[in-house]
């Protein structure tokens, strides 16, 4: 009886929310034994409607709030405007969305991938389908939904990545600088599984879509983007793949994403 009174209690607050826009949540990884801060986005959602949900990662450093106040500020509009609910995890300030080898509550590819979406699934009105459902970050956050929405290629059905670390490989002092050996090792015994290149052969039977862009301007990642951009076209795997004027910064990923989650809305419809 006590556990049946704890499920209507919190259906009943989650009936209170939905009338919100912007919905603050604490949502508790059993892999990593604690509560993440998520932000939910939703348009205004109405009785026996459900929405496609797309999950956004933050770069390094960053942390919803600020995607919602400056580096995606018309995400409110976007999901009024295209339906959509928008899913914001807090990938901690430097976790590189990865299930760490290093530090034991550090899983965040399981997290994002299987435990939030199980969790959004159950408690919003998604279309919990593949089609239906998209994954996309930039910088740090290329990186994670790119190795994220590959490996759970049943779940995610578009990926995007604007001006993505897909290359850890090549960071050489940065390596350490963005402290990517905190939390996947030393380089020197980088396990093949972080490798984005790694990804291509899931990706080549996937069927998913992706897209990638990256400013002509940014100098820590325009090369690795435009070498994973041509690995992809050698191997013939579809993509769509966008260069434009920009540097590393929020105004180029600020406009770049709310591209690609116009052509996400497209792709959902």
Same mark, same amino acid.
């Given at each position: 009886?006590?556990?049946?009174?704890?499920?209507?209690?919190?259906?009943?607050?989650?009936?209170?929310?939905? #009338?919100?826009?912007?919905?603050?949540?604490?949502?508790?990884?059993?892999?990593?034994?604690?509560? /993440?801060?998520?932000?939910?986005?939703?348009?205004?959602?109405?009785?026996?409607?459900?929405?496609?949900?797309?999950?956004? &990662?933050?770069?390094?450093? $960053?942390?919803? +709030?600020?995607?919602?106040?400056?580096?995606?500020?018309?995400?409110?509009?976007?999901?009024?405007?295209?339906?959509?609910?928008?899913?914001?995890?807090?990938?901690?300030?430097?976790?590189?969305?990865?299930?760490?080898?290093?530090?034991?509550?550090?899983? *965040?590819? !399981?997290?994002?991938?299987?435990?939030?979406? +199980?969790? =959004?699934?159950?408690? *919003?009105? !998604?279309?919990?389908?593949?089609?239906?459902?998209?994954?996309?970050?930039?910088?740090?956050?290329? *990186?994670?939904?790119?190795?994220?929405?590959?490996?759970?290629?049943?779940?995610?059905? /578009?990926?995007?990545?604007?001006?993505?670390?897909?290359?850890?490989?090549?960071?050489?002092? #940065?390596?350490? $600088?963005?402290?990517?050996?905190?939390?996947?090792?030393?380089?020197?015994? &980088?396990?093949?599984?972080? /490798?984005? +290149?790694?990804?291509?052969?899931?990706? #080549?039977?996937?069927?998913?879509?992706? =897209?990638?862009?990256?400013?002509?301007? +940014?100098?820590?990642?325009?090369?690795?983007?435009?070498?994973?951009?041509?690995? &992809? !076209?050698?191997?013939?795997?579809?993509?769509? *793949? =966008?260069?434009?004027?920009?540097?590393?910064?929020?105004?180029?990923?600020?406009?770049?994403?709310?591209?690609?989650? !116009?052509?996400?809305?497209?792709?959902?419809?």
């Amino acid at each position: 009886m006590k556990k049946v009174m704890t499920i209507v209690l919190v259906s009943a607050s989650f009936a209170q929310t939905f #009338a919100q826009k912007i919905i603050h949540q604490e949502v508790f990884s059993a892999k990593m034994n604690k509560k /993440i801060k998520t932000v939910i986005i939703t348009p205004d959602l109405k009785p026996n409607v459900t929405y496609p949900s797309v999950y956004i &990662l933050h770069g390094y450093s $960053g942390n919803p +709030d600020r995607t919602i106040k400056q580096d995606i500020p018309d995400l409110v509009k976007k999901a009024q405007e295209y339906k959509t609910i928008y899913i914001l995890p807090d990938g901690n300030f430097n976790s590189w969305y990865v299930d760490s080898p290093v530090i034991k509550d550090s899983q *965040y590819q !399981t997290f994002i991938g299987k435990e939030l979406v +199980d969790f =959004i699934d159950k408690n *919003y009105p !998604t279309k919990a389908e593949k089609k239906s459902r998209g994954i996309l970050g930039w910088s740090m956050g290329g *990186y994670g939904a790119t190795n994220i929405g590959t490996s759970y290629n049943k779940t995610f059905g /578009i990926v995007g990545s604007s001006c993505g670390a897909l290359d850890v490989t090549s960071f050489g002092e #940065a390596y350490t $600088g963005y402290q990517v050996d905190k939390f996947l090792g030393p380089i020197q015994s &980088l396990s093949a599984g972080f /490798i984005t +290149d790694n990804k291509v052969k899931i990706m #080549a039977e996937a069927n998913q879509h992706y =897209i990638f862009d990256c400013g002509t301007e +940014d100098t820590q990642m325009i090369e690795q983007n435009r070498k994973f951009h041509n690995k &992809l !076209t050698s191997l013939k795997i579809e993509h769509l *793949y =966008i260069e434009s004027l920009g540097e590393h910064n929020p105004a180029y990923w600020s406009q770049s994403l709310s591209n690609q989650l !116009t052509l996400f809305e497209k792709y959902f419809r």
